[in-house]
């Protein structure tokens, strides 16, 4: 009985350690907001599986929508208003950081399973939070990490940690209600190459995303 209590344990043990991946922190995003007193008088919806918004997972992903994900990390193939969208269940526009254009701000993602790859954030001023704001406006503005090192902050272990690091907001760019996008491009399934090696972090990869309301004066 002792050897069989002590096996449950470690089973479940390792099912918490597994569930679970990745959640925009600080500006904290739609479905994380909850966890901090400060938004508590906006009576937030609490979305306690913050750490999964993995575009409905891989298979759903890529062997039923195509590859495609939602702009927040929901299920492609969601009924419209997605539920991290504007307009969606989580989608109501509580901003959760005030900023200046131009300004170097720090962001923090918080990584409970660490699959490698990168991170991403793209920036969409949306001034409207009911209507969800689409790829095409986030791709117009991919911010640039503070060290000039470009636009993807690798994640080079298999650490989960809290991820701090700085990155500038576009220069000429004022919101009331900007969409700030997390998106999470995993590192750990093997795939094809462009020149046609079998490696680690090549081919289609699990994606995460996440999006937080912010304000920029």
Known sequence: ML????????????????????RLWSPAG???????????????ERDYNDVEGFC???HVQYNEN??????CGDSYSDPAPRRHEGGGLFGRGIITGNYSAGQIIEVQID??????????????????PLVPATQECLDQYVLELAD????????????????????????GVTCRQCVLQWHYN???????????????GC?????????????IN
């Open 66 to 71: 195509g590859g495609n994900c939602g702009v």
């Open 186 to 200: 995993t590192g750990n399934s093997h795939g094809y190459c462009s020149d046609g090696a079998y490696k680690l």
């Open 148 to 171: 000039g090192s470009g636009t993807r902050y690798p994640i080079p272990t298999f650490d989960a940690q809290l991820h701090t690091y700085s990155v500038k907001l576009p220069e």
């Open 3 to 22: 050897k069989l209590t002590i096996s449950l344990a470690s089973l479940l043990a390792i099912v918490v350690l597994v569930n679970g991946h990745g």
């Open 30 to 44: 739609r479905g994380t907001l909850w966890r901090f007193p400060q938004f508590q008088k906006y009576n937030p």
């Open 111 to 128: 990584l409970t399973a660490s699959h490698l790859g990168y991170f991403e954030l793209r920036l969409c001023p949306q001034n409207n």
């Open 56 to 58: 409905g997972g891989f």
């Open 203 to 215: 081919g289609s990869q699990e994606v995460f995303r996440a999006c937080a309301d912010i304000a």
